[in-house]
């Protein structure tokens, strides 16, 4: 059974979210919510039971469920039947081998080109990182690893390899939150502190291992934990 988790505010309650509609500021909670484990994977979903504890209509519950089943987060087993997926381990290897193809095709072709900016910002999500080590606030620090590897990307240019590498992000964060254990580390901050440092002697071919090194950890990391 699913229980509404209380972060203060929810959807529902005016002036909450002024800057965007209910169904996204719908999604975003729930997002989270199953991203952090508050819901837990394979829970039951009743449009109707959170509608009535975000205190609105089913309509925008149903159309973020919708989204979420895109992410592979949400399974819509029928119209009326919905659950949080599972955490699949295997499911994740197989998605992490894909995601790891296409990305280093993107830090080969994409890094000789990274702009003045791009490296900048990859600078403010090393510091991000490093922070969230500090603070051992994991959920953060994972978020800076996903935007420093979204900028990694984006070098290349291309709009498929970035749909490719983001669609499944969220299922990806999700397992690695609730599952993996010391992944996130001074390791992985070193990797992108001497993809940066790379990146600006224009060692391209060193700032791409170091990038692709990221994902081997943790490839390596859930290959050798128990299914």
């Known amino acids: 059974m699913i229980v509404m988790p209380s972060p203060g505010n929810s959807p529902g309650e005016s002036g909450t979210f002024p800057a965007a509609t209910l169904g996204v500021a719908v999604g975003d909670y729930l997002h989270d919510a199953i991203v952090t484990g508050a819901f837990p994977p394979g829970s039951a ?8 504890s975000l205190n609105i209509s089913s309509t925008p519950i149903r159309d973020a469920l919708g989204r979420l089943a895109q992410t592979g987060l949400v399974e819509i087993i029928s119209n009326k039947s919905k659950r949080i997926s599972p955490l699949d381990r295997d499911v994740v290897v197989d998605l ?67 749909r490719i590498i983001e669609s499944r992000n969220s299922y990806l964060k999700r397992h690695i939150l609730l599952k993996v254990e010391g992944w996130i580390s001074e ?25 692709k090194a990221v994902w081997l950890r943790l490839l390596d990391n859930l290959e050798q934990s128990e299914v």
Do not use: C, W
């Open 45 to 52: 979903l009743k449009e109707k039971d959170l509608a009535d």
């Open 96 to 162: 992490l081998s894909i995601r790891l193809i296409v990305a280093d095709r993107a830090y080969q072709l994409g890094l000789p080109r990274i702009s003045a900016t791009a490296s900048g910002q990859l600078e403010f999500q090393i510091e991000a990182l490093k922070m969230g080590l500090m603070r051992k606030d994991h959920s953060a620090a994972l978020d800076a690893v996903f935007r420093a590897d979204q900028l990694l990307v984006e070098s290349f240019g291309s709009i498929e390899a970035k």
């Open 187 to 211: 390791t992985i901050l070193q990797h992108y502190v001497g993809a940066l440092d790379a990146i600006s002697r224009k060692d391209f071919p060193l700032a791409r291992t170091n990038a």
